[in-house]
Nanobody, 123 residues
Framework: QVQLVESGGGLVQTGGSLRLSCAAS????????MGWFRRAPGKEREFVAT????????NYADSVKGRFTISRDNTKSTVYLQLNSLQPEDTGVYYC????????????????WGQGTQVTVSS
């Protein structure tokens, strides 16, 4: 089992920044690729970013490419998501997830999920 706890969400104005963290406990963190997903009000969950076990490979949704950065620190069992140039459409609950399958964009292949952290961007 892997337990994931997100933090760092909040309310920011358009153009602002946030840094989300996801702390993992349980099994060896470095065995898992990690992903960030989000769910906007009234919408389905969508992929945001993923990172492989070592941190060498990352992949982003087109909507966040160039604005968001995913990273990880395996010594701290933590994955991060830096959110810059935030827009109102980035509002939602952000979830981190872990998978043993590799850094993929498909939510259903992720084995473990956190409880989410709310990001609200005001216009």
């Amino acid at each position: 089992q892997v337990q994931l706890v997100e933090s760092g969400g909040g309310l920011v104005q358009t153009g602002g920044s946030l840094r989300l963290s996801c702390a993992a406990s349980g099994r060896t963190f470095s065995r898992y690729a990690m992903g960030w997903f989000r769910r906007a009000p009234g919408k389905e969950r969508e992929f945001v970013a993923t990172i492989d076990r070592s941190g060498d490979y990352t992949n982003y949704a087109d909507s966040v490419k160039g604005r968001f950065t995913i990273s990880r620190d395996n010594t701290k069992s933590t994955v991060y998501l830096q959110l810059n140039s935030l827009q109102p459409e980035d509002t939602g609950v952000y979830y981190c997830a872990a998978t043993s399958a590799g850094p993929l964009r498909v939510g259903r292949i992720y084995d473990y999920w956190g409880q989410g952290t709310q990001v609200t961007v005001s216009s």
